[in-house]
T-cell receptor, first 115, second 111 residues
């Protein structure tokens, strides 16, 4: 296992289209986090899974956003009816314990551009 | 007031000098404090974390925590051009123990 993997690395989409991103965490990690990062800002928390259960969602996550982690393995983040304000780097991280207790490993991110 | 405040920089230091990066936070209940490094276009990487007041050293890096004053800092000794990156301060906590990040400080080490 070489770390957290995210796919695709880059996505350009037209406004109004739906997009889906995938994250494959480190295999033994049961905690998975999604963050969003815009230029000049730090990562902003979006949502958190422990195994397959989605335990926390940020108020940043509007009803156009949905995330899943079926079977507690990989996770997907879908954005429906994309808007230009959705353009950002979407980062996935995984850890053995909560991120506040141990090292979390980030994937390389998916850079979304909405045109 | 943001939960985590950092000066965005850039902080410019000459090679071999000590770089001092600072972070203040508003939540007195925060229990854990992290420093991540992020190169341009790359994902964040953990440098170190600290839980207790005082200093914690790891190689050229020293994290300092003062809970009474609600600040945490990172010192980088013998700074190298390869240290040039954005340094993100983050707080751990909450029921799901997620990290809350600051905006980051851009460090530029001049050869």
């Amino acid at each position: 296992d070489t770390g957290v993997s995210q796919d695709p690395r880059h996505k350009i989409t037209k406004r109004g289209q739906n997009v889906t991103f995938r994250c494959d965490p480190i295999s033994e990690h049961n905690r998975l986090y999604w963050y969003r990062q815009t230029l000049g800002q730090g990562p902003e928390f979006l949502t958190y899974f422990q195994n397959e259960a989605q335990l926390e969602k940020s108020r940043l996550l509007s009803d156009r956003f949905s995330a899943e982690r079926p079977k507690g393995s990989f996770s997907t983040l879908e954005i429906q009816r994309t808007e230009q304000g959705d353009s950002a780097m979407y980062l996935c991280a995984s850890s053995l314990q909560g991120m506040g207790n141990t090292e979390a490993f980030f994937g390389q991110g998916t850079r979304l551009t909405v045109v | 007031q943001k939960e985590v405040e950092q000066n965005s920089g850039p902080l410019s230091v000459p090679e071999g000098a000590i770089a001092s990066l600072n972070c203040t936070y508003s939540d007195r209940g925060s229990q854990s404090f992290f420093w991540y490094r992020q190169y341009s276009g790359k994902s964040p990487e953990l440098i170190m974390f600290i839980y207790s007041n005082g200093d914690k050293e790891d190689g050229r890096f020293t994290a300092q925590l003062n809970k009474a004053s609600q600040y945490v800092s990172l010192l980088i000794r013998d700074s190298q051009p390869s240290d040039s990156a954005t340094y993100l301060c983050a707080l751990g906590g909450g029921a799901t123990n997620k990290l809350i990040f600051g905006t980051g400080t851009l460090l530029a080490v001049q050869p």
